[in-house]
């Protein structure tokens, strides 16, 4: 496999047609059309959360299938896309996601194409039409987006501090793995997924892992990339152009991190980024934490079809 050549993919081919998409820099993304899907309906894209490939999303995108002609996209260094050489920084993960935007368009023939992400790639979503002017969307769900506030903002010693926590965390992976399997009931038996989806939880083992000359299986995106991904959104930048988006973003956010112990440090801003979007909107959720996509796939579809009926 060459440097930055795609990988196998983290949808599973009868669920998912993989369409391979061109970085600015030659690396391979892959980008997914789900074979189920409403005719001559409105696109979404799906942008997933850091260390998370597409795959794990399979029961959401699968509901979201019943209103949109659903795509979903693996970040570099995740899933199925190329592996990078090098630290991307945030600019590179928001001009990646603009050319996934344009595959999408096209593939859908032009139809309007609507934005839904998790964490991470909530975060290149903003940066692309807040600090590049670039929106390829009429309407955009970010299910709470780690967007870091300036310096003098209340929230920004605990965004870095939190960050910081997961990147060491990142940095303690197990890299490899005997296969998915061993992955999955290893993960099971902590608190942080107890909650998912039986699917979910399998799908993210099997998009997470590829198969080694070793015979065994490695984390498709490597713990220091991780680790550097929550490093890099914590650049003020992207909270500072939110004023200047101008299509609807609805920010959501968990109001008490749920029983599955996942909260995060995220929640506690999407407020002031609502608020800083002119067509800003809050919309809250109890009972789940951070990785609801996850765990409630049926609650977020809900949330992401809000989007149909306009601002």
């Known amino acids: 496999m060459t440097d930055g050549a ?31 899907g409403k005719d001559g309906a409105p696109a979404l894209l799906w942008g997933h959360a850091n260390g998370f490939p597409a795959g ?24 199925g896309s190329g592996l990078p050489d090098g630290r991307p920084d945030s600019d590179r993960y928001a001009a990646d996601l603009d050319l996934v935007c344009e595959a999408a368009r096209t593939d859908a023939s032009g139809a309007p194409l609507y934005y839904g992400s998790h964490s991470f790639c909530g975060v290149a979503g903003l940066r692309l039409a807040g600090v590049f002017g670039r929106e390829p969307w009429e309407a955009f769900t970010a299910f709470e987006p780690p967007v870091s506030p300036p310096m003098d903002h209340p929230a920004r010693c605990f965004s870095v501090e939190a960050s910081r926590e997961l990147s060491g965390m990142a940095l303690r992976r197990r890299p490899r793995w005997a296969g998915p399997e061993a992955f999955r009931e290893a993960l099971a038996g902590r608190d942080a997924y107890a909650g998912f989806d039986p699917e979910a939880l399998a799908g993210h083992c099997r998009g997470s892992l590829h198969r080694t000359n070793d015979n065994d299986w490695q984390l498709a995106c490597p713990g220091p990339l991780e680790a550097h991904n929550y490093e890099a959104a914590l650049d003020p930048s ?51 934490g951070h990785l609801v996509p996850f765990e409630d796939p049926p609650r977020c579809a809900s949330l992401v079809c809000e989007m149909l009926a306009g601002d």
């Open 238 to 288: 992207t909270f500072e152009g939110l004023e200047r988006i101008a299509r609807p973003v609805t920010f959501v956010a968990s109001v008490d991190g749920g029983e599955s112990g996942n909260p995060s440090w995220a929640a506690t801003v999407q407020a002031a980024c609502a608020a800083r979007v002119p067509k800003g909107r809050l919309a809250t959720f109890s009972g789940a």
């Open 56 to 79: 794990g999303y399979a029961p959401l995108l699968r509901l979201l299938a019943s209103d949109f002609r659903v795509y979903a996209y693996d970040a570099r260094g995740h899933g």
């Open 6 to 36: 795609a990988r196998p993919p983290s949808l599973p081919e009868p669920f998912a047609e993989r369409l391979v998409v061109a970085a600015d820099d030659g690396l391979e993304l892959s980008l997914y059309r789900l074979r189920e």
